[in-house]
């Protein structure tokens, strides 16, 4: 029964990746198609003046991070999907829901973007401006592989310390029963 239900989690994960990827590659085939060329039209609002769409090509990575050498991001990206599999792979039977649509969403995600770095010569469409003008705060703009990367690391991030820290009280739980169910040296003299 366990081997079924990791096989209907591994198929949540890969619906999580097709979805995503959908997703991304459909918005930002509908932001090239109406929006073109970049950086060329005006804003258009979302939620006021907090989110909106705004078309830009990234060279880089997140914040446009290494921009001048693209060879290398995309073998970076490549890797870290080959890692990201990795690590799902090594627990294919086994591995909460959860985590299964954590490793969907940060490879969608990865996906995604490398598919926009082979289709449009090296560049990613990004489009999603988020901002806070009270503050004078301006976020990167970003696209929905990117949201789905950066989501899926903080939740693995968190989801690791939490198995650590969960780990850590299940040991230190079954040592206490341990030594509670041995005689001690004393009592035995």
Known sequence: MAVKRARIYDAIALFTVLLILALDQWTKFLVVTHLSPPESKPPISIIGKYLSIYYIQNNGAAFSMLDSNPLLLTVLIMVAI????????????????????????????????????????????????????????????????????????????????????????????????????????????
């Open 82 to 189: 080959v890692v990201i599999s990795y690590l799902y792979f090594r627990n294919l039977n086994t591995g909460s829901l959860f985590s299964k649509i954590i490793f969907g969403m940060i490879i969608g995600g990865a996906v995604g973007n490398l598919i926009d770095r082979a289709r449009y010569g090296g560049y990613v469409v990004d489009f999603l401006s988020f901002r806070i003008p009270e503050l004078n705060f301006s976020f990167a703009i970003f696209n929905i592989a990117d949201a789905c990367i950066s989501v899926g690391v903080v939740l693995l991030f968190i989801l690791v310390l939490w198995n650590g820290f969960h780990h850590s009280e299940q040991e230190e739980g079954a040592e206490k029963k341990l030594q509670s169910s041995t005689p001690s040296s004393s009592s035995n003299e």
